[in-house]
């Protein structure tokens, strides 16, 4: 590893979970400096100089990818501009990591897959970062293993604690939806633990239950679906806002011969608590809580195969299918009727 | 109650379950005799006498039904069977358990329906014993006090071990297929939950993971649903015949302050065990180990309501209403379209 | 069965635990008939009648013993009485189930034992109810097959919930002390588990953390202890009165090849309760509610075993032996030395 | 923080644990700079070199604190080491961690205690690692915070996982035994989560389940103890070398309105497999994974208390309380009676 050259990277975007990736980037991956930064806010990159000493701060994308000899940009940008900015990075020779979802769009998913195409060498990974976290690598390892048979069925949530403020719904309009917001997690990983089947038939439902103001928007603060794929596997899925208890992703692969659950009670660490109520333990509160090693996982993943020019087992292609069963999903859920694909 | 009169009951069908519910009536079951048995096979009838030392022995209904002084009867037959001999006791003057379902045949229940009206002084229940089960009850109470807040939503599963052997699919022709024959009891706890809000639209899917004789019949191993329902709750199901490590039946409602999970990891006992595999429990093997304490709450609570002259709060229009949204699981199965209700 | 004789059974005592034995003799225990109850209280006389419809009521117990016909008693009295009121029903002529502990006294125990070695046709058995719990009896059979090695350790509980109130301080004079009261069960299944290894030495500690007035007595309201086996083996055990959560006796017994854990998390039901506090379970809030099954596994047990001529797995040995060690652990906890026994 | 100068630390001692601190140092901790290392065995060096790329590599002790600029110690070396370096790493003006234990001989700890207090400016910390785990930090807040009332009862236990090969039997020799070597942790905990009450009487047991060449020096691979305080707080402990599922350390905190439990089946990630034998879960197979996470807070949070000129918590006296206990329960392992403190 000594032997090899660090690999500079430039990030896009320093909100809460841009801020994570720089600190990974800055301290903890093997292989990467962070060396440059780019927000068109004022306080982020205040914050990059006084946290993490960044010298190198653009407000401008385009100044970021002129930076010299940078090698890999991190985007974590409204999802709106990730088509662009990854075609852009891509026409500068840049390797690049793009938060999820790859676009809420179709086409514009399918123009970012094209350009990639035309840069073989260069590396575009989008952040499904469930699939770096320890127990769902194990999880994946045990079924490639035949440990569960065949499987043949996923249920998969993503549900966040209730925030009584409703922060989020401020973001809806963009956000594309309950499912492509949160499902597309559990829609990679349905299909990254069945074996990346073709889909073939999706429905979906929700419902409004706290959050109100989601009925201008057109969305649902609960929303469940069933998504069919050709060879007869199956996958359920759950997103909620509205969780009681915490921030609780779960997975559920069930196989001919063994059933794997990730993630079910989302334990917030090793204490029990015996009193008047019960034993209990509290539970993570946020995504950020439940996956924080996992950002660092996948960094690190990223740089490494970079490093030693390795494929990604993670690909455009996925993302590419994530979003277009996620938008399925919310097709169904407005028209009613099951969408075939 | 020692003032009372014991009650007469004969029970019809001694098969597996029918023998539980007769050991309950004769030996458990406060302020009921079992004084009369109908079984078609020699075999039933010849144990009815051994085990339990009754006497009044038929091979024919209506004879079971002309014995003198019979209070009630308790049907443990076939489910093609239900609506013509509720509707015979009911003319005879009998209250009348019933196993689940009610009928397979929407019709068939309007007709028991109609019949029982005519007979206001008589009882008729129908067998779903997941409402009597300790847990399922202390959940219902705890929604009641309103310590979940609001429920609106629903995931409930029946799902049955994996029998090699696939003895079940024998039967699976008159079934009624895996959503009347699993998920009703699902429906039922739904609509029971969330305080009988009127379906109004289903979707079902479904694979052969295992058994694929059920082709033939229309049937899968593994089936999943979605019902909505006019107040915008939504239910989830799921049914299976192939679980690797036992009978898991789960219920979980989640409402706008808290969530309640029944039955999630059907530990078969208190014990934990600790070796080279990791720490684990066993799990019950199947619906009769899983509820058996909830058979004899059933009947124990039948037997009482009679005695006592109270309402009961699990009703006709419950088991039609569980068969109708079974069919239309049904229907949306070999569809492939969503059923409206 | 239906070929034998039910066998007549007299109760003495009908306190909370006297009446759970006469409604489970009464009502669910095959083979046995409830005949005669027997209390210096003219309120539970007036119970066993209206409740259960006792006629021969006697506040004498020569006058119980002198019921026509009767086979067996069942003693639910106070501890000081249990020696000599076994040794009366020997001499007439009774089996005798006894509740625990046969005695405070070790004289008293071998006088019983003796007794009962000139009446070998007749069974006494102290009530270990323990023993009879479905999840000892499937940690025991694992460990009779050998499925953890060879057990070499025990750690037991017997940990009550605290009752502010504090009522049990009145009883605690008598009680023989935490030991003998609590831990004579957890010793009692330590050497069952063990195979009845002979116990060569014990030490106990103990603290008073709510009920002061225990200080009188010489009592403590958490006590722990450890004895060893001349085997190697070591038992370690742990009485409290003062749990918040519940009632929670566990026993952990380890093997060379593997651990088995009863009863850790006391849960009351199959519910989890997710809310703003966490993921949780309401306890069983007392040793009747753990064990109300076990209650009436062991009297059904018991009469099998007259009605069979079969030997007894539990002895009166094995009471003596727990008395004798339940007796060193009070010195050793006085003493502040270790006993040798 | 970026203001302050980072802190130049060497280590001595790079077997699997100093390796570990190490990599910590060098690519994790903030404000350190792992600049030396020392090691008497030239593949150690050879590995600080390669993996880390650190060019002052010494097999000289005092090498290594004549090293230009130094301002940190870590030594990860044999315990029979420990008070010589630490004395030596004070003379010479260092900031000294160690890993516990201080010493297995008390006048050796009281030796560098009365050395530590000649050089108020420097810092010594000893490395009781799980105080700085995550769930004990919490578990010490709870308590802090007055939720279980008032604390009286710890129990605690580490237990590692069975080695057949018996590795660290070679080593028994040296260790202190298993009490001094293993229970050391929970004596700590014990005392910090009690608020450090001063000890009054200790009684131990132990027996060899497995590994017979212990009995060539005395100790035993399952030992059990009781350690009594002056304010009637209790503690029990246990440690284990032989158990089947993997490492399990667990510290039970009673109080009097709740209890917490910490590590209660060490579930090494959030898989959870169902299958024939029913559901389970892995266990973290040993120390170094249970608390990876731990060491590194714990590195973090010295080198920050050095920087920031803040007291630590964790203090020689603590180190020196945890080995004087250690050492009575060793005593009273071997005379089988109560040691007095």
Redesign the interface.
Same mark, same amino acid.
């Given at each position: 590893m000594?032997a090899q050259r660090s690999l500079k990277v430039g990030i896009a975007g320093l909100g809460r979970l841009g801020r994570r990736h720089a600190e990974n980037l800055m301290?903890?991956v093997?292989g990467a400096i962070l060396v440059a930064a780019c927000s068109p806010l004022e306080s982020e990159l205040t914050w990059a100089k006084?946290?993490l000493?960044i010298d190198s701060l653009y407000s401008d994308y385009e100044a970021l990818l002129a930076h010299a000899g940078l090698d890999i940009v991190f985007l974590v940008t409204p999802t709106s501009l990730h088509p662009q900015q990854i075609i852009q990075a891509l026409r500068a020779g840049k390797h690049v990591f793009c938060e999820k979802p790859l676009s809420l769009d179709l086409e514009d998913c399918l123009r970012v897959n094209a350009e990639a195409a035309l840069h073989p060498h260069l590396k575009v990974m989008i952040g499904f970062v469930r699939r770096f976290?320890?127990?769902y690598q194990?999880?994946y390892r045990?079924i490639q293993s035949g440990?569960?048979?065949?499987p043949?069925?996923v249920?998969s949530q993503t549900c966040d604690q209730?925030d009584p403020d409703g922060f989020f719904v401020k973001f809806a309009p963009t956000s594309g939806g309950i499912f492509l917001d949160c499902s597309v997690h559990d829609i990679d990983l349905a299909r990254w633990m069945l074996g990346n089947p073709k889909p073939v *038939?999706v429905?979906a439902?929700?419902?409004?239950? &706290?959050h109100t103001a989601l009925v201008a928007c057109g969305d649902v603060d609960?929303g469940?679906a069933?998504c069919?794929f050709e060879n007869?596997?199956?996958a359920?899925f759950?997103a909620?806002r509205?969780?009681?208890?915490?921030h609780e992703t779960v997975t559920e692969i069930?196989?001919?011969?063994? *059933?794997?659950? &990730?993630? *079910?009670?989302? *334990?917030?660490?090793?204490?029990?608590?015996?009193?008047?109520?019960?034993?209990?333990?509290?539970?993570t509160p946020s995504f950020f809580d439940r996956f924080q090693d996992a950002f660092l996982t996948e960094a690190t993943y990223f740089i490494a195969a970079i490093q030693n020019r390795q494929p990604l087992s993670l690909t455009l292609d996925d993302a590419t299918e994530a979003t277009r069963i996620g938008i399925a999903l919310r097709e169904s859920l407005l028209s009613?009727?099951?969408v075939v694909l």
């Amino acid at each position: 590893m000594s032997a090899q050259r660090s690999l500079k990277v430039g990030i896009a975007g320093l909100g809460r979970l841009g801020r994570r990736h720089a600190e990974n980037l800055m301290r903890h991956v093997p292989g990467a400096i962070l060396v440059a930064a780019c927000s068109p806010l004022e306080s982020e990159l205040t914050w990059a100089k006084e946290a993490l000493g960044i010298d190198s701060l653009y407000s401008d994308y385009e100044a970021l990818l002129a930076h010299a000899g940078l090698d890999i940009v991190f985007l974590v940008t409204p999802t709106s501009l990730h088509p662009q900015q990854i075609i852009q990075a891509l026409r500068a020779g840049k390797h690049v990591f793009c938060e999820k979802p790859l676009s809420l769009d179709l086409e514009d998913c399918l123009r970012v897959n094209a350009e990639a195409a035309l840069h073989p060498h260069l590396k575009v990974m989008i952040g499904f970062v469930r699939r770096f976290d320890a127990s769902y690598q194990d999880a994946y390892r045990r079924i490639q293993s035949g440990s569960i048979g065949q499987p043949f069925m996923v249920y998969s949530q993503t549900c966040d604690q209730l925030d009584p403020d409703g922060f989020f719904v401020k973001f809806a309009p963009t956000s594309g939806g309950i499912f492509l917001d949160c499902s597309v997690h559990d829609i990679d990983l349905a299909r990254w633990m069945l074996g990346n089947p073709k889909p073939v *038939r999706v429905f979906a439902s929700g419902t409004i239950a &706290v959050h109100t103001a989601l009925v201008a928007c057109g969305d649902v603060d609960n929303g469940v679906a069933i998504c069919e794929f050709e060879n007869g596997c199956i996958a359920t899925f759950y997103a909620s806002r509205t969780m009681p208890h915490g921030h609780e992703t779960v997975t559920e692969i069930t196989g001919t011969a063994g *059933r794997l659950t &990730v993630g *079910r009670n989302p *334990r917030q660490n090793r204490v029990e608590i015996a009193d008047a109520s019960g034993i209990r333990n509290t539970c993570t509160p946020s995504f950020f809580d439940r996956f924080q090693d996992a950002f660092l996982t996948e960094a690190t993943y990223f740089i490494a195969a970079i490093q030693n020019r390795q494929p990604l087992s993670l690909t455009l292609d996925d993302a590419t299918e994530a979003t277009r069963i996620g938008i399925a999903l919310r097709e169904s859920l407005l028209s009613k009727l099951p969408v075939v694909l």
